[in-house]
């Protein structure tokens, strides 16, 4: 039986209340939104680039506490890496939270992984997901609202 | 603190109450447990559960009377075309309708109202002519007349709801005018609960000449309708909501508005002669129904009808006004919780949120203690707009909940409280 305790553990219960980078950026060089229509779950991710590196990043909208704890983490995950890294990360992040991620790779992943319990609850893998593929947007510069459909 | 909510009750003869455990046996899915816990089912808005009568139609329609309609001159085919037409009867008298004619089968309300928007607006609305519906509709009754609009160069005007979740009917007034050609609202709102005053609102356009379509998709299993009372033009129902099978549902329209309207699809069935150059079409109502239809589902929907006429609509609203009031006191008394849609003519939905736990992790715990609400903008995006909410939770009752289900609920939404606070 799919765990409630294991989707919220504490450390996502806790971005959820207090969310980190939860800021727009007024001299940001990138930025790019995130919907998921079929929630209405809507997310704006911008990022500052020092070279091929990401050097701060922040997030703001609405969502349920998956996909707000995601952005917080997240956030706090690529800030400092490279494009290449943060691609990896990304794909690393996406087959934990689909459950493709053998156990072993989840270390890797540092607080990422409490999200491993989203596996359990296919419908979630789309809020865990709406930052990451905002971020993506936003690196590749499309400038589109990207969807999660 | 307590809050009051009550619910006004429309004028009805007294009826019995309804035995809701012998009911609830008709039911077989409510038997199901869910994460270890029997499940509470409160989702009645997004599609009912199907009594066995429904269930056993269905099979029995399709282990013993399986047949294509209206062409077959053998038994079979002369048993389901009885059957499928016999239901387009019962809908008539169902919802006090003129004729059988006025019955069209399409796939749900969805599909009526496209019908209604491309057959009557494409061939009867011009550029600048303008449709007026209410800040209150689901998406099922806007985006398709946004495509009329695109096509055609209809403008498409919202009249205003009040912050109970009413229609300012003053407004709506104010916005009919000499374009205006058509008026399309919501009887029932999927996201607010509120009843909207539709005779009133009849009147008001008819007096002006202009057509009314009724989106009747929550009414139909709730309200009762009684078309002849209601005086609308077209009103659109499913048999998912109304405890029959998905896929199916009901198109009504005045008979002179129908014949003078084209068809919406061609194909077999609805055709009166066909040749290369040129093809007539068929009577209403086979004139809107091409090609092979869902027989199975208007079997159920038949079955469906039958079920709920003989429970009864007036204990049925009798029964759902009771837990509607009953659930709002209790989980308004709930601290953090704010009641979206407390209008003063509701029914069998209750919206809300709760400070600080977005509505879809309000559904995930609820999940898990058994009950199943429904969390999101509930396809009615521009009615979150209006009242600043990503989303709502809501509980929408049917006529096999019970109040312990509602206390149920309650405790849920406590256990909500703990996992977040």
Not at chain 1, 54 to 82: E, N, P, R, W
Not at chain 2, 165 to 188: C, K, M, P, Q, W
Not at chain 2, 306 to 325: P, S
Not at chain 2, 350 to 358: A, E, P
Request: aromatic content about 6%.
């Amino acid at each position: 039986m799919p765990s409630l305790s294991g989707l919220y553990q504490d450390v996502i219960l806790e971005h959820n209340r207090a969310p980190r980078n939860f800021r727009s950026m007024e001299d940001a060089d990138r930025h790019a939104e995130g919907r998921n229509p079929l929630c209405g779950d809507q997310i704006t991710v911008w990022l500052k680039l020092d070279g091929d590196i990401v050097s701060d990043v922040s997030f703001q909208g609405a969502g349920c506490a998956i996909s707000k704890a995601s952005a917080s983490l997240m956030t706090q995950a690529v800030k400092g890496k490279t494009r290449a890294e943060v691609e990896r990360l990304f794909q690393r992040f996406r087959q934990l939270v689909t459950g493709a991620l053998p156990a072993e790779a989840t270390e890797n992943l540092g607080k990422l992984a409490v999200f491993s319990g989203v596996a359990e609850f296919p419908i979630r893998v789309k809020c865990a997901s709406l930052s990451w593929h905002a971020l993506k947007a936003a690196l590749e510069g499309s400038g589109e609202a990207t969807s999660t459909e | 603190m307590t809050v009051a909510f009550p619910v006004r009750t429309s004028d009805r003869p007294a009826t019995p109450p309804l035995d809701v455990a012998r009911l609830r046996a008709d039911f077989p899915i409510l038997a199901t447990q869910v994460h270890g816990k029997p499940l509470v089912y409160l989702d009645n808005a997004a599609t009912t559960q199907k009594p066995r009568a429904v269930i056993g139609a269905i099979s029995h329609y399709y282990s013993a009377e399986n047949a294509n309609i209206h062409r077959g001159v053998h038994w079979l085919s002369e048993r389901a075309t009885l059957a499928y037409d016999g239901v387009r009867a019962k809908v008539a008298r169902f919802l006090n309708a003129g004729s059988p004619h006025e019955i069209i089968f399409t796939r749900g309300t969805t599909e009526s109202i496209n019908l209604v928007a491309q057959s009557y607006g494409r061939t009867f609305l011009k550029p600048g002519d303008e449709i007026l519906i209410t800040a209150m509709e689901h998406h099922a009754n806007i985006v398709p007349w946004q495509l009329l609009a695109e096509q055609v160069g209809v403008v498409l005007r919202p009249a205003p709801i009040s912050d109970t979740g009413e229609l300012e009917l003053d407004a709506f007034e104010a916005l009919l005018n000499e374009r205006t050609r058509l008026v399309s609202v919501v009887h029932l709102s999927n996201a607010l609960g509120t009843i909207n005053p539709v005779k009133q609102i009849v009147a008001l356009a008819h007096a002006r000449g202009i057509p009314v379509l009724v989106d009747g998709a929550q009414s139909a299993s709730h309200l009762g309708v009684d078309l002849a009372e209601l005086g609308c033009d077209f009103f659109a129902f499913s048999g998912h909501k109304l405890l029959g099978p998905t896929g199916i549902g009901v198109l009504y329209g005045r008979e002179a508005l129908l014949e003078r309207m084209p068809p919406y699809q061609g194909g077999g069935d609805m055709i009166s002669s066909v040749t290369f150059e040129r093809s007539t079409w068929a009577p209403v109502p086979a004139k809107f129904e091409a090609g092979t239809p869902h027989i199975a589902g208007v079997i159920g929907l038949g079955a469906a009808i039958d079920y709920l006429e003989t429970v009864g609509f007036g204990a049925i609203a009798a029964h759902e006004r009771d837990l509607l009031t009953y659930a709002s006191e209790a989980v308004a008394s709930i601290p953090g919780i704010r009641i979206v849609g407390t209008a003063r003519e509701r029914a069998s939905i209750l919206g809300f949120t709760l400070d600080g736990v977005h509505p879809h992790d309000i559904g995930a715990v609820l999940d898990h203690e058994g009950v199943a609400i429904r969390a999101g903008h509930h396809c009615a995006q521009p009615v979150m707009r209006r009242f600043g909410v990503p989303a709502t939770a809501r509980a929408s009752f049917a006529l096999y909940n019970t109040r312990a289900e509602v206390d149920v609920l309650v405790r849920g939404l406590h256990q909500v409280k703990r996992v977040f606070g």
